[in-house]
């Protein structure tokens, strides 16, 4: 039997590490509403406000992939979240709306590089077979933060100013900063904690599918984005990344205006939707791995997603920025809840008629019996 170690000691110092970062990202989400105290924004600043920390965000995807690669995943991640906390808690001591649209830029630019690096990290420690069930596992920081952070923004802001509120929420990456650059080790090699046995079986199978690997994933950035497969993810991610964000950054809004409740009970209700999600992405990555069947793993998913805006009635929804400009534009979110399933239902086609399997010499899935955890 293969030690699993790897699970219990790499992916749970992960998933805390992560929901900071995702709770940074949202909050915004559930504490916009209540800026216009001090100074009014539209909802088209509301949108640009959650949808600008993306374009930070982007900058740095690829720089921190390579520097994670090539450096340490572990020690790029501790920079940049020693960065983020700080531009988090920027979004509290803004004075204006351009201050604000500001902080959230910079907050995306630091958080960008962190989600790359982490799976530079985990592909250092989980082979192709486990790997669904990895990125499941690490991924379920983002459900979690919202169960357990969406009221907790709820709360708070029934008890204390949405200044103190950013503030406040901005330290945890601070603190936890010190537990991950302990715990965390770039590779089996480096850690200490890791039997002889399970170092030799993740070197050997790793470097095997490295060594297997088709030769334009060996290739350059540049020549990696000439590939039509590659260039066919970009595009699912896109129009997935914007139903995503358009959903849970305006969740908490159209909730808020459909109930017209506190914001603890606001926040209670945007994480409703979060505790299925949790069960589904699990369940889905052991499907994924169990069958090696990674196209339909992604094609199910986003097409329930277009089944519950369309027949889940919560309102309209799109990219955040876009849902903001359109409901300026019409007077009504009902339009945007139609464009975000549009993203959804482009999403999925890309994923389901372009996307073809490919297997890696070397890296047969394992029987499910003798699969771990």
């Not at 699970?7 to 504490?31: C, E, K, S």
């Not at 720089?63 to 988090?88: G, N, Q, Y």
């Not at 201050?99 to 592909?123: K, S, T």
Request: hydrophobic share 55%; proline share 6%; glycine share 8%.
């Amino acid at each position: 039997m293969i030690p699993r170690r790897r699970w219990a000691y790499v992916i749970p110092v992960a998933v805390v590490m992560y929901m900071p970062a995702y709770l940074d990202r949202t909050n915004v989400a559930v504490i916009l509403p209540y800026v216009g105290a001090d100074f009014p924004l539209s909802a088209g600043a509301k949108g640009l406000a959650s949808g600008i920390f993306l374009v930070g965000y982007l900058v740095l995807q690829i720089p921190a992939a390579v520097l994670a690669a090539k450096w340490s995943a572990r020690k790029t991640v501790l920079i940049l979240m020693i960065a983020w906390a700080f531009a988090a808690v920027l979004c509290g001591l803004v004075r204006n709306e351009t201050q604000l649209h500001l902080a959230r830029l910079l907050l995306g630019l630091f958080e960008g590089g962190v989600w790359p690096a982490v799976l530079v990290l985990l592909a250092s420690w989980f082979p192709q077979a486990e790997r669904a069930r990895a990125n499941a596992w690490w991924m379920t920081c983002l459900p979690i933060s919202a169960i357990l952070m969406s009221p907790l923004s709820g709360f708070m802001l029934d008890h204390m100013s949405w200044r103190w509120v950013f503030v406040l929420q901005g330290l945890p990456p601070l603190v936890w900063a010190v537990v991950w650059g302990f715990a965390v080790a770039d590779r089996p090699a480096r850690a200490r904690w890791i039997s002889p046995a399970e170092r030799e079986y993740l070197e050997t199978t790793l470097q095997a599918e490295e060594d297997a690997k088709p030769a334009f994933a060996k290739r350059s950035y540049r020549q990696a984005l000439a590939n039509r497969q590659v260039l066919l993810l970009v595009g699912v991610c896109f129009f997935w990344i914007t139903g995503f964000y358009g959903f849970s950054l305006w969740l908490p809004s159209v909730v808020k205006t459909m109930t017209g409740g506190s914001a603890t009970a606001v926040g209670f209700l945007s994480a409703v939707p979060y505790v299925l999600a949790l069960a589904g992405m699990v369940a889905c990555a052991h499907w994924s791995d169990r069958t090696g069947n990674r196209r339909l793993a992604v094609t199910v998913p986003l097409l329930v997603a277009i089944a519950g805006l369309l027949l889940g009635n919560l309102g309209g929804f799109a990219g955040p920025y876009l849902v903001g400009w359109l409901t300026d534009v019409t007077g009504t979110a009902a339009t945007s809840f139609v464009v975000l399933a549009a993203f959804f239902a482009v999403a999925a086609g890309l994923a389901f008629f372009g996307l073809k399997p490919a297997t890696v010499e070397g890296s047969a899935h394992v029987p499910a019996a003798t699969r771990h955890p």
